[in-house]
Structure formats: C-alpha cells, structure tokens
C-alpha cells in the first residue's frame, strides 16, 4: 500500500498536542480517524484549532475562511 503525505499544516497540529492520540483526545476523536487525515477535515478545523492554538488560515491554507 502507498503511504501518504501529509500536510504540514497537520504535521505542526499532530506535534504541537503531542502526537495523533492527545491531539484526538482533546478534539473528541479516535486516534486512528485522526492518523488517517492527510489534511484537517473542514468539520474537525474549529476543535484542532481550539486544541492545538494554531488558526484556522494556518490550518487550511487552502479555504478562505
């Protein structure tokens, strides 16, 4: 199976909660849904932001918001 890339946006939300499962914990998700995201879904985008301190723009370069 072909891995992945993931966003670096993701990558600096991952690394500033501490990994995928205190990332997922804070957010009210699983640890593994959380792993399989190449990039933070749009509905998840408020609580990773709240949870991690990072914006949303920084999040989601791609969407205006």
Known sequence: MAKFKR???LQRAVKAAGGYG???AKIGHTRQGVHQWRQVPL???GA???ATGLK???LRP???L
């Open 7 to 9: 966003t670096p946006a």
């Open 22 to 24: 205190p990332l997922a």
């Open 43 to 45: 509905e998840w985008l």
């Open 48 to 50: 990773v932001s709240k």
């Open 56 to 58: 949303p723009r920084e």
């Open 62 to 64: 791609d969407i205006k």
